[in-house]
């Protein structure tokens, strides 16, 4: 018993899930609608802002009336608990989250801190769709009609030796190729189907493309150029401009054979730009791709779903695609090896290609994928555990070439034994090499 008491005394605090309310209006089924629509929570009657008891009036009344009004104008039907607090009467209503949307007075509020927002426009649209059990990409998109679809794109897919959908590659109507896809629906095309096979996206869509922009810094732009087509012509296009117009690909020779490498491996880059075209959000704007002199970013509309955090993306996780459409006709068409594995390849392709590992953000409304060109950037050294003195050597040898023993002792004020153990550590990850000479013609170099 006097556990209870402690709990049911003890201090509270409004929150996300709990708001507290001296008496009862009932401006106060928004905060109901709020709670319903996010996690659910506590509405707590008769307390004042600091949770303190101060009691109400008309109790009984209320515990009649309450119930019904939730009823009949939310359409749900919340707990509602009387309990007394040092001799004064308490009523609490416990509500829980809904899987179907909630509205008051025909607005849709919900719980974000401990405030209500209303929500409108895009927010709405997102929400209603996050309730409806179905991906944007599934609902029919009205105004398309066969004339918007891109035959020859259809054409192409059927070309390539699919063994993931080997039923297309002898289907003779285009249209029949769309309805084995699941893109077509009582005689209309979905949504998934104008972006995967449109001819013109921004009809439906006006942000449905993706922009490259050249930056020597984040105010000064070189050159840019806006990428359309449908998702597989975007791919394509935005692969092509990078390797032809943006990037510099390395040329070199394995006996008689020519050899182009890109400065970042393009394998990651294609696989970081399938997934920002299948998991944005198409609601939010467009597709952005900025190359630096020392770096990549690409982002896209619409953050990780809340089953997945950002450091779960470096180890192997379930898939919790945007587009649940679009994810599975790239996954058929084997431009996906596997859902959930896309951000662990573009990791390993980066070290393979000896690039430092690529930083996954969320950050203005969306999620972005950070591509590094130099290892030896101070930033990068400190993710890696490197130490000043170590970090001082390094930029030494970019601007000399070169650094001895010696060199690493005057540069750091350290003594024989240190620099020779900040060089071996550096050595064995495999940062510097050694120049194989012994005694005072000994030297280290960035290991290439």
Known sequence: MKKEKRNMDSKQVESQVTEFKPSWRDDYLKWVCAFANTDGGRLIIGVDDSGNPIGIKDTKKL?????????????????????????????????????????????????????????????????????????????????????????????????????????????????????????????????????????????????????????????????????????????????????????????????????????????ALREAIINAVIHRDYIGPHTQLKVYPDKIILWNSGTLPKEIKIEELKKNHSSYPRNELLADVFFKTGLIEAWGRGTIKIIDECKKAGLPEPEYKEEFGGFAVYFYKNIHTEENLRKLGLNERQIRAINHIKEKGRITNKDYQSLNNCSRNTAFNDLSDLTKRKILKDSGKKGKGAFYVIEQ
């Open 63 to 267: 515990l009649e009336d309450l119930p019904n009004k939730f009823r009949d104008i939310l359409g749900i039907i919340p707990s509602v608990r009387f309990e007394k607090k040092k001799d004064m009467d308490i009523i609490t209503i416990e509500v829980k989250h809904s899987n179907v949307p909630i509205s008051y007075n025909g607005r849709f509020y919900i719980r974000s801190g401990s405030t209500i927002q209303e929500l409108k426009g895009k927010d709405l649209s997102r929400f209603l769709i996050s309730k409806s059990g179905k991906g944007w990409d599934e609902y029919i998109e009205e105004s398309a009609i066969k004339d918007d679809i891109n035959i020859g794109t259809i054409e192409k897919l059927k070309r390539i030796e699919i063994k993931r959908i080997p039923f297309i590659k002898d289907e003779n109507e285009p249209m029949k190729v769309l309805e084995k896809l699941n893109l077509i629906e009582n005689g209309k095309f979905k949504r998934a189907a104008i972006l995967l096979f449109g001819r013109n996206l921004k009809k439906f869509r006006s942000s449905a493309y993706i922009k490259i922009g050249k930056f020597l810094s984040d105010t000064d732009i070189v050159s840019s150029d806006d990428v359309e087509g449908n998702l597989f012509e975007q791919v394509e296009k935005t692969m092509e401009l990078l390797q032809t117009k943006y990037l510099i690909s390395e040329i070199r020779f394995e006996g008689i054979y020519r050899k182009e490498e890109l400065e970042y491996p393009a394998e």
